[in-house]
DNA sequence: CCCCTATGTTGTCAATGACTACATCGGTCC
DNA sequence: GGACCGATGTAGTCATTGACAACATAGGGG
């Protein structure tokens, strides 16, 4: 195998695609630039030619989270028939499916404000959020929505679906069956839980 | 001012208290032992003889945290007057509240499970739920729950309430009116979501 | 009063992030 | 084809940290 030249030629994709990993598999304390750099045989200075410092590769990899979530979610939804129910569906497995197996990550994609410059963080949530807001949308036009403020409806949907997937993966519920769980919920959201409910949202 | 004997004498509990205000302040990355210790007015030892190391410290911040959210439900159920509804009402708002005050202590309390020995803050966080699952089960006596798996409803009414709070906390929620939000959300909580709902929970 | 344990102090080591100065190459322009 | 510039790497330094070990001090119990 020839020595890797000079030039790496891709470190900043390398870089970000083994920091994924790593943070995944070890958490976000356990991660560090000069580990990376080892991994990608480069000298422990080489990062910072594409991360100022170790906050704007957490930042970039956040962007990504968001980026691959909304993918995600586009292809449950494509892949889901009927209507509002086995669309919200869809994109509950979808997210908790995502969240669960990446949970580090997911922390980090929702990490406290706390952490310096998100903006870029908070467009690719909104972009992500755009896709199941959009089902939430077209749910409402064909009646299929109780009230009529989508917005609350897309951020109670979405809150719920995120602390559930918190829960399951830090045992809080300690429920082996997954995907029973997730329809649970969802069953829930979609019927409430007051037998007899006074006003609904928006209405 | 008489210099401080070599027993310090409540070190744990100083430190227990100045972290979580650190950690509040500026985040779990820069926690540190050593910055601890100086602001304690010990040397950057002592703090290892009350904590085996850094983990042991968020662990234990991370259970004080669930005692303390524990504390804040109660105080609001007492605070609440009638059923189920404003109940839940009262719940969600001290809980977000609580949230959104000290969320990089949240974070911490539900970090993933890649945090080693968390078998404590599984505990301390069954006894913070057993607050608003209690108001939940009394719901179902009085046949104030829509179905019959309060475990269930307990979940779903958690999940969302951590996830509205997370979402506010990052902005991804941009609503100024915290109550508001919170209030709408429950509203979405009982009436459910779906003009024409298939099964309730449990049901 | 003695002893033991809890609780502190001091020092060391390895690793890290951030930074600086320098080295190398790829691409563009003449 | 060569020169130059900027992107991208290397090597070294410094301060800080966590973890650990050896030692020092005091408080409480017998």
């Known amino acids: 195998m020839p020595e890797r030249s000079y030039h790496h030629g891709n470190l900043r994709t390398v870089l ?4 994924e990993r790593a943070l995944i598999e070890t958490g976000v304390q356990d991660l560090s630039l000069r580990a990376l750099a080892r991994d990608a045989g480069v000298s422990h200075g080489a990062p910072r030619r594409h991360f100022p410092d170790r906050a704007a590769l957490l930042e970039a990899l956040a962007v990504r989270g968001f980026e691959n979530l909304a993918a995600r979610l586009t292809e449950a939804l494509d892949g889901a028939r009927g209507g509002f129910e086995p669309q919200l569906r869809a ?3 979808a997210y908790v499916a995502f969240a669960i ?4 990550l997911v922390e980090l994609m929702f990490a406290s404000k706390h952490r310096e410059g998100t903006d870029a963080t908070l467009a690719a949530a ?4 755009a896709v199941p807001f959009a089902a939430i949308s077209a749910a409402r036009r064909r009646g299929e929505l109780l ?13 719920t679906l995120h602390g559930l997937a918190v829960l399951l993966n830090t045992g809080m519920i300690a429920d082996s069956d997954v995907a029973a769980t997730v329809d649970t919920a969802v069953d829930g959201l979609l019927t409430g839980l007051a037998a007899h409910p006074g006003r609904a949202v928006g209405a």
Chains 1, 2 share one sequence.
């Open 16 to 19: 970000l695609d083994e920091a």
């Open 91 to 93: 994109i509950a497995h």
């Open 101 to 104: 197996g990446r949970m580090p």
């Open 126 to 129: 909104h972009a992500a959020y």
């Open 147 to 159: 009230g009529t403020d989508e917005q609350a409806a897309g951020r109670l949907a979405f809150a």
